[in-house]
């Protein structure tokens, strides 16, 4: 079973305006990481930003944001004032915590979705 | 400074050869992974380091061999490449602290003609 949703393959956002770009996951472990990476044509892969399963509020870093409804299984990646730079491709990842309380840091990704900001 | 770098960059060769992948971090992590990147842009982890040891091995064809000489250092070796390597190969690296977040190299992107 897919983990980690990405339902979006392209969005299409308006410089200066804001964008959500949608993840689900699936795990029945109480802890867990989410991640979001960003993968410009240049091909690297950039960290955005990291919510944990046990936060109470919602991550933000700079224009980022993560929307995070635990009940729903959702960390929706908001990118507010698009810019031109934040066309690339996006990543919803997830961290699983295994037993015992040991993080072995295997990332699971989502398929992408890929943002083009027009002028 | 690059915190994880991977030479090379670009690597063209012929099916059955024998080829490296070479990754360092300076961040001072404990932990080094090797992810591959299909053609669909899928991203699926297929090793793990933490201090030198193996971790995670996740199903890769023992064609594949990761060797980690000290906990900086993570390279990765191929036998016999078939097309179906063909990729962009990323290693990664994080310390394990309760985000542990993973950073990632720029991508080796291998060409098995």
């Known amino acids: 079973a897919q983990k980690i949703t990405q339902t979006q393959p392209g969005m299409f956002v308006q410089e200066k305006e804001a964008v959500t770009l949608d993840c689900t996951y699936d795990?029945?472990?109480?802890?867990?990481?989410l991640f979001w990476y960003k993968q410009p044509s240049s091909g690297e892969m950039i960290f955005l930003i990291y919510q944990g399963s046990y936060d109470q509020q919602n991550a933000t870093e700079g224009r980022y944001s993560l929307n995070f409804q635990k009940a729903r299984k959702s960390a929706n990646l908001v990118i507010s004032a698009s810019q031109l730079g934040d066309s690339a491709m996006y990543f919803c990842a997830m961290r699983e915590e295994l037993a015992g309380g040991t993080s072995y840091g295997k990332l699971t990704f989502g398929q992408g979705t890929i943002l083009t900001v027009h002028p | 400074d690059t915190a994880v770098s991977q030479t090379p960059k670009y690597l063209v060769t012929q099916m059955g050869n024998d080829k490296s992948i070479k990754c360092e971090q300076n961040?001072?992590?404990?932990?080094m992974y090797w992810y591959k990147q299909d053609s669909k842009k899928f991203l699926k982890i297929m090793f793990s380091y933490n201090n030198k040891e193996l971790i995670i091995n996740e199903t890769v064809p023992n064609r594949f061999s990761p060797k980690s000489p000290d906990k900086a250092h993570l390279n990765l070796h191929i036998n016999s490449l078939e097309l179906g390597d063909s990729a962009v190969y990323f290693c990664?690296?994080?310390?394990?602290?309760?985000?542990?977040?993973?950073?990632f190299g720029a991508g080796t992107r291998l060409s098995v003609l």
């Open positions: 795990t029945s472990d109480p802890s867990y990481g």
């Open positions: 990664a690296s994080s310390t394990r602290t309760a985000k542990n977040i993973q950073y």
């Open positions: 961040l001072g992590h404990d932990t």
